[in-house]
């Protein structure tokens, strides 16, 4: 069945959802799980920002490599084999669903497990959505685990 499953973990509430699926999914069919966590320094400050302090980037990949070796931790628990995956946007025009899709690809992914947040109408608009853009864009299977209302 999946030989590959793919998740994208930042250590929400809903991502945390994600990954028990993800880990369940790789349990039933042997598959191996890839966690992928994805850094966008730019999130916080918005595009007028032209200088991210070396500082804030280290603590940025301090914190992702700290969620994928609790994901690392979970998965080892769970008797499923895990590899994990610290990425980060390639340029101000890069998405994080357009980085999640390069990492499908290289690694071969035949499923990928999202969190959603089930955000809708101007909430929705105002924010955009990650999983949205990610499976307008992907050729995978994705299966999308909401987080609790």
Request: with cysteine; glycine share 6%; aromatic share 4%.
């Amino acid at each position: 069945m999946y030989e590959k499953i793919l998740m994208a973990f930042d250590g929400s509430e809903t991502s945390k959802r994600a990954l028990a699926e993800a880990l369940r999914i790789a349990r039933l069919t042997g598959a191996q799980l890839y966690v992928a966590n994805v850094i966008d320094i730019l999130a916080p400050f918005g595009m007028g920002l032209a200088y991210v302090p070396v500082d804030l980037i280290a603590m940025y990949r301090e914190d992702a490599k700290r969620l994928l070796e609790a994901a690392r931790d979970e998965a080892k628990a769970a008797d499923v084999h895990c590899e994990t995956e610290l990425l980060q946007l390639q340029s101000v025009t890069d998405s994080v669903a357009d980085c999640l899709n390069r990492c499908v690809t290289r690694v071969g992914a035949q499923l990928v497990v999202l969190g959603t947040h089930g955000r809708r109408g101007v909430r929705r608009a105002l924010l955009g959505s990650v999983a949205e853009e990610f499976v307008r864009e992907t050729d995978r299977p994705v299966l999308l685990v909401r987080g609790l209302s």
